[in-house]
């Protein structure tokens, strides 16, 4: 089975009224992971890299570990996807490795950096300029795109912005309109990292209601949304890590955000803190051990079970063989003339 378009993966999660997870991957053991989990559950799923993981693992060496998921799970849709691509080129060059999807993110300018050591939020016609642009440059070749419209706070690799602002929805019809984005990622109160909230989550959940109404076409994206659930974070503290006051979005809310119209779901620290507790308990428990694959290994395993939780929770399981993925070339056409 070829790559799928994450637009058809994020419609038919929309028609079915589920959610999809996008999992962020930086190495072997997490995609090796991630599919595990996938196959296991049969499940869709989109696998994302940062301008930061593709630096990290030098391009070609994350092209070859998903396509050697591709290649290993045929029957599963799969959507390769840049995450937080932050100008034209690096688009550009995530759509030459094969990626089936690329985010653009407007919302901040990731060229630009102010005092405090931050990237400025961008003005919505500089974000409709940045993201039509890339918007026009990949669906010639069939490849999705998803846009951002608010900034998210907190901090993941370089995403970082002075300003926090909650999606307007009143801008979220032009803007969908006249970039012709397939997703867009919104602020709702979520923030990166594992540090989202001071005492108790809030979320503007009404908002997803109100752009779902308005752009009922567009799938709507949640960021940083992983659950930071406190027994992951007591796993690491207990074994030497030091993450006081950790906190996340419950699950619950998060299906609740799917209920009202959310069908991609980017999860990343959730994967970071049950890698780390599952190796800081080996190191805790047998410091005589010096193999890799020993640590490596049962961090694998921890990560394929939570990945798999959360294909359940989300509602992704069991979709995975209702339908075939189209081409690119199929959705060049569905992109020169749009179905009316
Ligand atoms: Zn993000």
Redesign the pocket.
């Known amino acids: 089975m070829p790559l799928c378009p994450m637009r058809q993966i994020v419609d038919e999660a929309r028609a079915a009224g589920y959610g999809v997870g996008a999992y962020n991957v930086n190495n072997m053991e997490q995609i090796q992971a991630i599919m595990q989990a996938a196959r296991e559950t049969a499940s869709p799923l989109i696998i994302q890299a940062s301008r930061g993981a593709l630096q990290y693992t030098n391009f070609t060496y994350l092209k070859h570990l998903m396509m050697a998921a591709v290649e290993d799970n045929p029957g599963l849709p799969i959507a390769l996807h840049l ?2 691509g932050p100008n034209l080129d690096l688009c550009k060059k995530a759509i030459e490795l094969g990626f089936t999807s690329v985010m653009i993110d407007g919302s901040i300018d990731y060229d630009e950096t102010t005092e405090s050591g931050k990237h400025p939020a961008r003005s919505f016609e500089d974000n409709i300029r940045v993201t039509k642009e890339v918007v026009d440059y990949a669906h010639e070749r069939g490849v999705s795109v998803e846009g951002e419209l608010g900034t ?1 706070g907190g901090i ?1 690799e370089d ?1 970082a912005t002075d300003k926090v602002l909650l999606t307007d929805p009143d801008e979220v019809e032009a803007f969908c309109q006249k970039t012709g984005v397939d997703a867009l ?1 919104l602020a709702i109160g979520t923030s ?1 990292g594992a540090y989202k909230f001071k005492t108790k989550p809030v979320l503007a959940l009404d908002l997803i209601s109100e752009c779902r109404q308005r752009v009922p076409e567009v799938a709507l994206v949640m ?2 949304s992983s659950s930071v659930p406190k027994d992951l974070v007591d796993e690491v503290n207990k074994y030497g890590g030091r993450m006081p006051g950790a906190m996340g979005v419950p699950i619950a809310s998060i299906q609740e955000a799917i209920t009202r119209g959310i069908q991609k779901i ?1 999860v990343d620290t959730d994967g970071r803190l049950v890698v780390t507790g599952a190796v800081r308990k080996v190191f805790a428990e047998k410091p005589e051990v010096f193999d890799p694959r020993k640590y490596l290994g049962p961090a694998r395993e921890a990560l394929a079970t939570l990945i798999a939780s959360k294909m359940k929770d989300f509602g992704t399981a069991g979709h995975a063989g209702d339908y075939e993925p189209k081409s690119l070339e199929e959705m060049k056409d569905f992109y020169a003339a749009p179905p009316a």
């Open positions: 995450d937080h998210l993941e995403t990622a990166h960021h940083g980017n």
